[in-house]
């Protein structure tokens, strides 16, 4: 399959990561994918949920939602429906287990760390980006706490990113687009750390069942991804350090 540009394979699109995009958060980007665009915010709140009273920890949580011209055709505003998005629901939910995964409570107590994450333009991708734009976020957020003198060190003891990955008319391809994503046999999302532990793989065969050689082959794609990806996330947050 010839991809946009003659995009190899293996190449993920470019990626490019500008730290502090808002203005008034405790930590924010707008990570650019391609043509998938997402603004990262985390927000410090001091308050944790019932279950962590007193308990000396802090806590991390996320939303996800999609402008209404972010894709093809206008996608109704949640508050307009009077439900939040069962697909919007399920990513928060992944963005939300993949930054906790790496984080130490207890060096935060008492503070909790809301994560948002809005697709301004979708091209595919927009739930993997969305959790690699919230690493950074959260590690600016983090980082402002400390300068506060709020918190004496960086909880996370591991980077988190993620990248898709699939089969496209029988060949594997790398950081799937809209259209790629749309035909693909197979469509798996992979979560890991910068030191490339899995977090989370998400995925599925959409028309044939595959052995699990090929499991194998995605992840060492994904891998290196990943390893490119944490790169970029620690040059973003060292321009503002």
Known sequence: MTRKKNRPADEMRPVTITPNYMKYAEGSCLIETGDTKIICTASVDYKVPPFLKDKGEGWLTAEYSMLPRSANNRIPRDSVKGRINGRAQEIQRLIGRALRSVIRFSDFPNITILIDCDVISADGGTRTASITGAYVAAYLAFLDLIKRGEIEKIPFYDSVAAVSIGIVKGGVLLDLDYPEDSVAEL???FVLTGSGKIIEIQGCAEKTPVEFDILMKLYEFSKGAISKITE??????????
């Open 232 to 241: 970029l996330q620690h040059k973003a947050i060292n321009s503002v350090i």
């Open 187 to 189: 469509d798996f999302n």
